[in-house]
């Protein structure tokens, strides 16, 4: 046997979840413009796949839009006209400073805090890194 007959042999010995790639897919925000506010109905729906608190997120996403907002019961009502796709960017950055693992661009971390250091701790590779707000 040669060595592309082994690695096709070894290949196929494998199980199928080593063979896909995992791709963290945050959904996209869904929602409407009601006279001057901006009402969000998926919200949590995007916060429970990032694993965050929805207050944190929310307080996150409403200081980078310089925008006031809240949470009422399923939904989220940010009080000015904001596009879909400006409330997208601002979960991405979200996810790329508090969510996704800098060392092995993993989306399994929590926030834990040490001492007073809040750090984002990954549970896939181990690293701990400060959280810088």
Known sequence: MDYMELLKQAREKLPESVLKIERFNIPKIRGHI??????????????D??????????????KELA???????????IGSK????????????YADKFVVCKECSRPDTKIVKHDKIFQVKCSACGAKYPVNA
């Open 34 to 47: 009601q006279g001057n506010k901006t009402i969000l109905s998926n919200f949590f729906q995007i916060t």
């Open 67 to 77: 925008t006031p907002g809240e949470i009422k019961k399923t939904f989220v009502i």
């Open 49 to 62: 796949t990032l694993r965050r608190d929805p207050n944190d997120v929310l307080k996150f996403i409403l």
């Open 82 to 93: 904001v596009s879909a796709s400006r409330i997208n960017d601002k979960i991405e950055l």
